[in-house]
């Protein structure tokens, strides 16, 4: 039987969710449909009646939280972050997950990236936020540098943290102020992000300073900070890797359906080519 599912959001042009979960969906014969369903905040009411007769739906910017109040229940990883990004539709129960932790932790297993060490930051809005708790529950020594408008965001993350992990090592400087050596860089901040292309958030005397690099944007394929991390011998691993990891986990959510590495990294490469042939 030909099972629907949805991804909900603002503004979904340049969205590769259909393609990404086309593939997922084919590699396990599913039969499916996949659907984007663009509305506003003010909107959602009207929509959430139908996208929860769906099997399934993905969220997307603006709608992770306000969609909560049309569930019936949250996995553990929703309430942690009061964010959900799937939804799944068992029997009628509408229970939200975010997969956007999965992505994140996953993408960085499968490259040799480890978060028990010293990890440096770069932002600490949105994604950002997660990162950093994640950061400090697997017992890293996280260092978050932010713009220093941002520095009373950047504490109330740090506050959010010690609530979580009440031991956990955090410190919070500006960019001109990242001082020593770090096992992992990872940046969620925008800067680099297309069409902004030759933007890097940091200089090279900081990226020389660290052993692993995890870049949250995608688009492009390889950003400034990536190709310079690179050319210094440093393993460098883009954002698509996230994005395809957490639509992973929203099959396995609905499904029970499971992937292989090499199965998931072919479909990251063709993404990856699709973002450099759409955005030359």
């Not at 369903?37 to 099997?55: G, W």
């Not at 993905?58 to 969609?67: F, L, R």
Request: hydrophobic share 40%; with cysteine; aromatic share 8%.
């Amino acid at each position: 039987m030909k099972r629907k599912y949805a991804l909900l959001g603002g503004t979904l042009k340049h969205t590769l969710s259909p393609p990404i979960h086309a593939r997922l969906f084919e590699l396990r014969d599913r039969d499916y449909e996949y659907e984007l369903v663009e509305c506003s905040p003010e909107e959602l009411a009207d929509k959430a009646e139908y996208l929860n007769s769906l099997s399934g739906y993905n969220i997307t910017i603006p709608h992770k939280i306000g969609i909560i109040d049309y569930l019936d229940e949250l996995d553990d990883t929703a309430k942690k972050y009061n964010s959900v990004n799937c939804v799944d539709n068992k029997n009628g129960i509408l229970t939200g997950y975010n997969t956007d932790v999965d992505g994140f932790l996953r993408s960085l297993s499968a490259n040799g990236g480890k978060l028990d060490g010293k990890v440096l930051l770069l932002g600490a809005g949105g994604v950002g936020r997660m990162m950093a708790i994640e950061t400090c529950c697997a017992g890293g020594d996280l260092t978050i540098a932010i713009l220093p408008d941002f520095m009373p965001q950047a504490e109330i993350v740090r506050q959010d943290i010690l609530k979580l992990c009440p031991y956990a090592k955090v410190d919070i400087v500006t960019f001109d102020a990242i001082d020593g050596d770090f096992d992992v860089l990872i940046n969620a901040t925008p800067v680099g992000m297309y069409p902004n292309c030759d933007a890097c958030v940091v200089g090279d005397e900081v990226i020389s300073r660290v052993k692993f690099v995890f870049d949250a944007i995608y688009n492009p394929r390889e950003t400034k900070l990536m190709q310079k991390a690179k050319a210094m011998g440093i393993t460098a691993v883009g954002g698509m890797a996230m994005l395809v990891w957490q639509a992973v986990s929203a099959h396995e959510i609905w499904d029970g359906d499971s992937y292989t590495d090499d199965e998931v990294q072919k479909i990251i490469d063709e993404m990856e080519l699709r973002v450099s042939q759409d955005f030359k």
